[in-house]
């Protein structure tokens, strides 16, 4: 197996065992009842960003394979939470300085993603009628 086609795999069933968790973590939050805040989206996205720090920080230690580190950061975490990738990329450019850039990143990440799910709703109801 080639490795584009072996890297596709990796990330394909850590993508269905972080996406389970994820879903796990909700059926549990729920059971709980928990349901006045959204503590699933904010259990998945702090543990998820610990994780991803973790790995992070082992991968620059240890010596650590190109298929573990898709397995699990990108399939496994980035299915769990993408949030963990984009708090990854917000403390990396604050470490290199980057100020600016990393609140620019906070900034239009929240803005435009939020604009975008209120453009897609009003385009909807607007189309759908």
Known sequence: MNNLLLHFFCVAAGGAIGASGRYAIGLAMQSFGLRA???????????????????LAYGQQQSLSETTRLFLGVGVLGAFTTFSTFSVEVVTLASQGEMLKAALHVGLNVIICIAAVVAAMMLYSTTVK
């Open 37 to 55: 805040f959204p503590f699933a989206t904010l259990t998945v996205n702090i543990l998820g960003s610990f994780l991803l720090g973790l790995l």
